[in-house]
């Protein structure tokens, strides 16, 4: 674990959930102590508390309850000065059209609606994590994968980033055609795995969000105190 210095700026970090859950989703329990171990800072808090305007950087965690207040959280996300994943891919994948803009872009798609069982494929900092399907864990083929990176580069493409910008993104892919994109925040299916690759998975996030702050100028060591 990396340890606190008093000597050296530490971003503070707030990862965002819902107001009916600003502790976050219970799949999501371990991500403060993942980003501890990297030398992180980071609590929970509403994506509409006040408070979490002030933070250096925000991590959208956020479910899927803010689509009832659709128009109110795309005019906060454009007052959050670090927000991940970053605004222009958030407002883009809540877009109804995305899919359609993924297959003007040559990435194999269904029609949305379509009723499917996909596989949930996971990307942090743009490259591949772990996949699931139902309550399980699963080994895609490489085939597979491509198709969700292919999704993951025309959606990076479309915000005018690069995927390692990408913080996370899950792409849902039945068959060879991508049923679902969502880097706005997405579950990430961590209780689907087994305590190792669950540690390992979410080490991986953690060392994700630390190349964003090194990114973004906001690393331990971008900001050395007098």
């Not at 674990?1 to 959930?17: E, Q, S, T, Y």
């Not at 597979?144 to 025309?154: F, I, N, P, R, S």
Request: charged content about 25%; some cysteine; hydrophobic content about 45%.
């Amino acid at each position: 674990m990396k340890l606190a210095r008093p000597d050296v700026f530490h971003p503070r970090i707030v990862l965002a959930g819902s107001p009916q859950h600003p502790g976050g989703a219970a799949d999501d329990a371990g991500l403060v102590t993942a980003l501890r171990r990297r030398g992180l800072h980071a609590r929970w808090s509403s994506w509409d508390d006040p408070e979490t305007a002030r933070a250096d950087l925000v991590i959208l965690r956020v479910g899927r309850e803010y689509a009832r207040r659709a128009d109110e959280f795309l005019a906060w996300t454009t007052r959050m000065g670090n927000l991940l994943n970053p605004r222009p891919a958030v407002a883009w994948n809540l877009a109804a059209r995305y899919l359609d803009d993924l297959a003007a872009a040559g990435v194999p798609t269904l029609p949305a609606g379509t009723s499917a069982d996909p596989v949930a494929l996971t990307f942090f900092g743009g490259e591949q994590s772990h996949a699931f399907t139902g309550a399980h864990a699963v080994e895609p083929e490489f085939e597979v994968w491509d198709v969700g990176h292919a999704a993951l580069a025309a959606a990076a493409e479309r915000a005018g980033i690069v995927t390692s910008e990408l913080l996370y993104a899950r792409v849902d892919v039945d068959g060879d055609r991508v049923a679902r994109l969502d880097v706005v925040a997405p579950p990430l299916g961590w209780r689907r795995l087994d305590p190792a690759a669950r540690e390992s998975a979410q080490r991986r996030f953690a060392v994700a969000v630390e190349s964003a702050c090194e990114r973004l100028g906001l690393g331990p060591f971008s900001h050395r105190g007098p």
